[in-house]
């Protein structure tokens, strides 16, 4: 069972997957990045000031006794991080369908090119101008 794993782990699929998932997580680490810092801010002037990280909605707010301590946490709902994971997503999923896209384009172009005939061996080219002189002869 041990050989039967290592075979299956060692395969370039799995290997591949692994790094694409590598690739993945980091891409979407940049993005959220890209959203949080340049995105929302650009946006925030167009929606007039309306800042998207602190946009919130409380159901609920915070009990506090007499001494002022916390006896039961507010329930809020983060809507302004939904709405940037929600735009990371939507980067994410066009950038992957592009990519599919430009390697399935590249797959059909190869497929629809003409494989060019190997050239003969020398010995046979030489074999050919030989008969043709002394067919000429």
Do not use: C, H
């Amino acid at each position: 069972m041990l050989n039967e794993f290592k075979e299956f782990a060692m395969k370039g699929n799995l290997v591949d997957m692994a790094v694409g998932f590598v690739m993945g997580s980091a891409f979407a680490t940049v993005v959220t990045a890209f959203i949080q810092g340049v995105f929302l801010p650009m946006l925030s002037p167009i929606m007039g000031g309306l800042d998207f990280s602190t946009l919130q909605y409380t159901i609920s707010p915070e009990v506090v006794n007499e001494a002022g301590e916390v006896v039961q946490e507010a329930a809020i709902v983060q809507l302004g991080e939904f709405i940037s994971a929600t735009i990371s997503f939507l980067i994410v999923a066009f950038v992957m369908f592009l990519i599919i896209k430009g390697m399935n384009n590249m797959k059909k172009k190869a497929e629809e090119e003409p494989a060019a005939a190997p050239e003969p061996p020398r010995q046979e080219v030489l074999l050919e101008e030989i008969r043709n002189l002394l067919a000429k002869s």
